[in-house]
Nanobody, 125 residues
């Protein structure tokens, strides 16, 4: 099994920045892609960003492109999400997720096998 633990959420004003981190432990050799999803109240969980094992391939949701940056540190078994120019619509619980190797890096929640417990991000207007 793989355990994922997020940290770094909080309350920030619109236009501000936050950095989320996710630490992986356990059978991490199973992990290939690591990414972030978010879920706002009464909405479905949605893709935010993901990274390949090497970090050479990254993908972002259109809504966060240019504002958020995902980065991996495989030596530390962590993935981070730097969030700049935050907007009230970014308010959600953010989840770290990891997937075993697949030919294509997924952007759907069902393509990820391991999940963290989530961390709340609230952006005030």
């Amino acid at each position: 099994q793989v355990q994922l633990v997020e940290s770094g959420g909080g309350l920030v004003q619109a236009g501000g920045s936050l950095r989320l981190s996710c630490a992986a432990s356990g059978r991490t050799f199973n992990i290939h892609a690591m990414g972030w999803f978010r879920q706002a109240p009464e909405k479905e969980r949605e893709f935010v960003a993901t990274s390949s094992w090497s970090g050479g391939n990254t993908y972002y949701a259109d809504s966060v492109k240019g504002r958020f940056t995902i980065a991996r540190d495989n030596a530390k078994k962590t993935v981070s999400l730097q969030m700049n120019s935050l907007k009230p619509e970014d308010t959600a619980v953010y989840y770290c997720a990891a997937a075993p190797f697949r030919p294509r890096i997924g952007v759907r929640p069902d393509e990820y096998s391991y999940w963290g417990q989530g961390t709340q991000v609230t952006v005030s207007s």
